[in-house]
Antibody, heavy 118, light 105 residues
Framework: EVQLVESGGGLVQPGGSLRLSCAAS????????MAWVRQAPGKGLEWVAH????????DYVESVKGRFTISRDNAKNSLYLQMNSLRADDTAVYYC???????????WGQGALVTVSS | SYKLTQPPSVSVSPGQTASITCSGD??????VCWYQQKPGQSPVLLIY???KRPSGIPERFSGCNSGNTATLTISGTQAMDEADYYC????????FGGGTKLTVL
């Protein structure tokens, strides 16, 4: 069974940092692109970032470029999102998602809530 | 940046057919996915590559994509289909539509 389990969410002050993790199981993690997608309270889905199988290619939504870093550890079947200089508008549930090809997200984690507030 | 436009809401009576549209420039040239999200739950992939259903997705869900519009069709809509629906495409980066709230009444 495919499982994606996020952790690391919480309350952080504006300007602070947080690191999200996503533990993957039930599939060959190293063979697929992975992504982070977020959803602000009461809002729609927003793609945040994705990373190639070997980590050699990464891309980000414009609003997080220079502040967020996506990475992965294939030996640990884990995906990460380092978030720095957090702002109030980064408040959202962050989902880890498995890209099964052509940016098709066939599996999602349960989400991790990140709240940026003083 | 590329934009996908969905109607904010659609209503349908039980047993009837619901259609949810997703519009974007030359969308028919791209692959479109559709996701269903119920309150408090993670999104679920319903349709990928315009019209393919993952295993476990009921046949009443279908998709098509042509010109500037992709359409998700739900035949014989059930009360359990009440949810938010999102289209998604790739245009250099992944883009989601704003979402459509389907009400079954």
């Amino acid at each position: 069974e495919v499982q994606l389990v996020e952790s690391g969410g919480g309350l952080v002050q504006p300007g602070g940092s947080l690191r999200l993790s996503c533990a993957a199981s039930g599939f060959t993690f190293s063979s697929l692109w992975m992504a982070w997608v977020r959803q602000a309270p009461g809002k729609g889905l927003e793609w945040v970032a994705h990373i190639k199988q070997d980590g050699s290619e990464k891309d980000y939504v414009e609003s997080v470029k220079g502040r967020f870093t996506i990475s992965r550890d294939n030996a640990k079947n884990s995906l990460y999102l380092q978030m720095n200089s957090l702002r109030a508008d980064d408040t959202a549930v962050y989902y880890c998602a498995r890209d099964q090809g052509h940016s098709t997200y066939g599996a999602w984690g349960q989400g991790a809530l990140v709240t940026v507030s003083s | 940046s590329y934009k996908l436009t969905q109607p904010p809401s659609v209503s349908v009576s039980p047993g009837q057919t619901a259609s949810i549209t997703c519009s974007g420039d030359k969308l028919g040239d791209k692959y479109v996915c559709w996701y269903q999200q119920k309150p408090g739950q993670s999104p679920v992939l319903l349709i990928y590559q315009n019209n393919k259903r993952p295993s476990g997705i009921p046949e009443r869900f279908s998709g098509c994509n042509s010109g500037n519009t992709a359409t998700l069709t739900i035949s014989g809509t059930q009360a359990m289909d009440e949810a938010d629906y999102y289209c998604q495409a790739w245009d250099g980066s992944t883009v989601f539509g704003g979402g459509t709230k389907l009400t079954v009444l």
